[in-house]
Nanobody
Framework: QVQLVESGGGLVQPGGSLKLSCEAS????????????LGWYRQAPGKQRELVAD???????NYADFTTGRFTISRDNAERQWYLQMNSLQPEDTAVYYC?????????WGQGTLVTVSA
């Protein structure tokens, strides 16, 4: 059974940084993990879940416009982990952040980690 576990959320002041991590378990073979597109989504209170960034098996990266160069996604296939480095955080970045692993109709989600940006 595949499970995704996020870490790294918390409270940060405006202008600060956080790095989120997601680790996948239950994917025993690296070559299988490699095929997944790995992503980060977020859901703010009262809003729909939205894509933040994703990275394909070929390391092509896709960012939402609101990241405006502040966020960086990366992956480490050997460790079965992927990351979201978030800089210059603003109050509007406050949300629950979810990691995602996708391959076609296969979709796995983490439980979410709360990021709160507040003075």
């Amino acid at each position: 059974q595949v499970q995704l576990v996020e870490s790294g959320g918390g409270l940060v002041q405006p202008g600060g940084s956080l790095k989120l991590s997601c680790e996948a378990s239950g994917i025993a073979v690296t070559s299988t993990f490699n095929i997944y597109t790995l992503g980060w989504y977020r859901q703010a209170p009262g809003k729909q879940r939205e894509l933040v960034a994703d990275i394909s098996r070929l390391y092509n990266k896709n960012y939402a416009d609101f990241t405006t160069g502040r966020f960086t996604i990366s992956r480490d296939n050997a460790e079965r982990q992927w990351y979201l480095q978030m800089n210059s955080l603003q109050p509007e970045d406050t949300a629950v952040y979810y990691c995602n692993a996708n391959f076609g109709e296969i979709d796995y989600w983490g439980q979410g980690t709360l990021v709160t940006v507040s003075a």
